[in-house]
């Protein structure tokens, strides 16, 4: 091979590597990584299945098997184990929050909502359920509605949630969320937790308010390949995981 072409390859190169690096950065996780996921939660579905045929009343088996079944994105499965909970003690409806995100992803807004706003009775200070309140609200009726039924808070609460329902109220913008964060100058590894819950609502809100799916999809990639969410493996890491698939599936499909 002469320089020439070898000169015109390494142009090539640094043509298309910004597209590379974008698209690699929407895929935070690797297929492999993604199957071994899958079978973690597979084969704990299955233990705890068998489990609950021993002994059909343990409300703790049921809290399990749902979250591996969400986490596999059984979202009906799920649903189903969070309610017989419920069904076992009913006590436990009120701080249920997780019912609430089985019921959005099945679409059923109303009962999503109805569920967060149960939880805020159980706790009136996480504006995280608050969000997931709006989130349902939206879906449901558009955004005027969503943001006059914002419910209210009077505590503080963990940072960036009041940063970040702030945006959902529509008095801070997103780039504002980041600024604020940046200018507390948090210890490096508790922002990256910060950054974690930033980047997923923004995502979400941008995917949803200004029907930005390809933003959207960008911050929720960092969300998902965040080191405290991957290290961690939150359930709101799993949620931010599963969201983002679902994101990029419908983004796929709209191009076909």
Do not use: C
């Not at 159980?122 to 558009?142: A, H, L, P, T």
């Not at 008095?171 to 922002?191: H, M, N, R, T, W």
Request: net charge positive; proline share 3%.
């Amino acid at each position: 091979m002469n320089s020439l072409n070898k000169t015109s390859l390494f142009y090539l190169f640094l043509s298309i590597l910004p597209f590379y690096t974008e698209a690699s950065s929407l895929f935070p996780l690797a297929d492999h990584d993604v199957l071994i996921i899958n079978q973690k939660f597979s084969e704990q579905e299955r233990v705890l299945s068998l489990r609950i045929k021993e002994n059909q009343n343990d409300i703790s088996l049921y809290s399990k098997r749902g979250d591996a079944r969400l986490f596999l994105g059984k979202f009906s499965d799920s649903r189903y184990d969070y309610e017989k909970m419920i069904q076992l003690n009913p006590r436990l409806n009120e701080s249920h929050w997780r019912l609430g995100i089985t019921y959005f992803y099945l679409s059923d807004f109303n009962k999503a909502a109805r569920q967060f706003e149960i939880y805020h009775n159980y706790d009136s200070v996480d504006r995280e359920n608050g969000i997931w309140r709006f989130m349902s609200q939206y879906k449901e009726s558009g955004l005027d509605h969503a943001r006059k039924g914002l419910l209210s808070y009077e505590k503080g609460d963990r940072p960036p949630y009041p940063w970040l329902y702030s945006m959902f109220a529509g008095v801070l913008s997103s780039g504002e969320v980041f600024q604020k964060i940046k200018d507390e100058a948090f210890p490096e590894k508790y922002e990256t937790r910060v950054l974690f819950h930033a980047n997923l609502y923004v995502g979400i809100y941008l995917e949803l308010t200004e029907e930005s799916p390809h933003e959207a999809l960008q911050y929720l990639s960092r969300a998902v390949s965040n080191e405290y969410g991957k290290n961690s493996g939150t359930y709101m890491w799993q949620v931010a995981r599963l969201h983002h698939a679902k994101l990029l599936r419908s983004i796929k499909k709209s191009r076909n």
